[in-house]
């Protein structure tokens, strides 16, 4: 009350102040309060995103779905590179079954990011968590050739091609893998490409194991 009153005497907000009793007014699930102070912190100050994070939090707890998808395009237009972002708002669209709007925001992953390995796995892993396995493959192949230091993008690769059944393109993506003497942190390399050629014998029905 105090607040109000200064801030209605000088003109002058306290967005500090105001994201403060927001965050202490969510600590306590008295959401209706909070709101209502961090929509005049984040207005204030429309570049802090812990405010923007906090106002989607109250309106996820009080189920307003609409204004929770409303802020975090807020915070998309502020944070235009974060793909994760992307990933978390074509959920929500898909939780509100808008697949427009949820495919518009998935492929904004690669569009945000289109010569970074980060963007083309995360779209990859999107497709395959939709079943869209297909769809899945051009993106760890970009993967790995953005990124071809790192077994991440070849092993993303043969897995799918394993999950489609394409045995040949897999084995491809196998040898790759096993011509290249990957440095030691990659310790999981070894396991997880035996692991794919064995799914590749069996598919075949012969040894194709190096």
Not at 28 to 33: D, R, S, T
Not at 115 to 128: D, G, K, P
Request: proline share 5%.
């Amino acid at each position: 009350a105090d607040l109000d009153r200064q801030a209605a005497e000088t003109g002058r907000e306290n967005p500090i102040v105001r994201k403060a009793l927001g965050r202490v007014y969510l600590g306590k699930k008295q959401y209706a309060e909070a709101i209502a102070q961090l929509r005049v912190a984040v207005e204030v100050q429309p570049n802090d995103r812990e405010t923007h994070e906090a106002l989607i939090a109250c309106y996820d707890a009080v189920e307003d779905a609409e204004d929770a998808r409303g802020q975090m395009l807020r915070l998309l237009a502020l944070n235009p590179r974060d793909i994760e972002l992307y990933r978390q708002l074509g959920r929500r669209f898909e939780k509100a079954e808008m697949p427009e709007q949820a495919e518009r925001a998935f492929t904004s992953i690669v569009e945000a990011l289109p010569e970074e390995a980060e963007s083309h796995t995360l779209l990859a892993e999107v497709r395959q968590q939709q079943d869209r396995w297909v769809e899945a493959v051009p993106h760890w192949r970009r993967a790995a050739e953005l990124r071809s230091l790192e077994p991440q993008g070849l092993l993303g690769l043969a897995g799918a091609l394993v999950h489609l059944q394409r045995w040949d393109d897999a084995a491809e993506a196998l040898r790759k893998l096993d011509a290249h003497a990957w440095p030691a942190r990659f310790k999981d390399v070894g396991p997880k490409t035996r692991t794919l050629w064995q799914q590749v014998e069996a598919g075949r029905g012969k040894p194709d194991m190096p």
